[in-house]
């Protein structure tokens, strides 16, 4: 069931969107040759607590048992790590492509959030992925209007990511998003246009495509957490948290002062 929210529901959102997006700017700045993901998770843990927040991720705990509860406050995915990387010691390099994905809870709601940045000034190749996986998360919003059919979103991620020749996770989804941070209805990153429930002004909805750089296939480590791609090449993710409104999509993880816009 897709839960819609109130104007004053989304306007809490808006207040845990911003904090994630405020975490994930700070994030970014820091992220240079020589720290470690484990110093990054720590930052922004603190800067998520003294916005008066609660870091989603961490102690996250999904409803299968075969793997404990999410150790931090991001997911930190190095080059071919895809998603739910753990933080750790090693420092990051030059030339690493880094995904980093948190969220945060704040006054019951959650906000939900993506980014991907290279490390230093080379790596072309990882650059131009993580750039194509940017445009292809606007090109989903762009079709976030009222009268849409959820696959349309996952049409226009999926022609973006591939026309680009890269291609698209299967595994993963985005999701609504709310009082959960896991609602209803899973968005896939692919398909054919005009199926599924048509969108509405009150959804929320975290969108993310990850695209990888070679094969759509991934494979989870042990641990269940760490995903990589199948061939080892790399792979990006972007998201944003956003609500349906009367007039089009509201981004509520955009940075404060760039209210509804990218
Ligand atoms: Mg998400």
């Known amino acids: 069931m897709i839960v819609l929210k109130s104007r004053r529901e989304i306007e809490k959102m808006r207040v845990a969107g911003r904090l994630v997006a405020d975490v994930l700017a700070a994030v970014a700045d820091a992220?240079?040759?020589?720290?470690?993901?484990?110093?990054?998770?720590?930052?922004a843990e603190e800067r998520i607590r003294n916005g008066g927040g609660i870091p989603a991720f961490k102690?996250?705990?999904?409803?299968?048992i075969r793997c404990g509860p999410f150790p931090a406050t991001l997911c930190t995915s190095v080059n071919s790590e895809v998603v739910h990387g753990i933080p750790d010691g090693r420092p990051l390099e030059e030339g690493d492509l880094l995904s980093v994905d948190t969220g945060a809870q704040v006054d019951g709601y959650f906000g939900d959030?993506?980014?991907?940045?290279?490390?230093?000034?080379?790596?072309?190749?990882?650059?131009?992925?993580?750039?194509?996986?940017?445009?292809?998360?606007?090109a989903g919003i762009r079709v976030c209007r009222p009268g849409n059919h959820l696959s349309d979103i996952s049409h226009a991620v999926q022609e973006l990511a591939e026309s680009e020749g890269y291609s698209v996770v299967r595994r993963f989804v985005g999701h609504g998003i709310g009082t959960s941070m896991h609602e209803d209805p899973p968005i896939?990153?692919?398909g054919e246009p005009g199926k599924g429930p048509v969108l509405k002004p009150g959804m929320v909805?975290?969108?993310?495509?990850?695209v990888n750089a070679g094969t759509w296939e991934v494979e989870a480590s042990p641990d269940y957490w760490r995903v990589c791609?199948?061939?080892?090449?790399l792979s990006a993710h972007f998201e944003h948290t956003i609500?349906?409104?009367?007039?089009?999509p509201d981004v509520l993880t955009?940075?404060?002062g760039l209210s509804g816009s990218l």
């Open 31 to 43: 992220a240079v040759a020589g720290v470690t993901t484990e110093e990054l998770d720590e930052r």
């Open 59 to 64: 102690h996250y705990q999904p409803d299968f």
């Open 113 to 138: 959030a993506a980014i991907t940045v290279v490390i230093g000034d080379g790596n072309i190749e990882a650059r131009l992925l993580a750039d194509a996986t940017r445009r292809a998360l606007e």
């Open 188 to 190: 896939p990153n692919y």
């Open 205 to 210: 909805l975290a969108v993310e495509p990850m």
């Open 229 to 233: 791609t199948r061939d080892g090449d």
């Open 243 to 248: 609500a349906i409104t009367e007039s089009g």
């Open 254 to 256: 955009a940075a404060e």
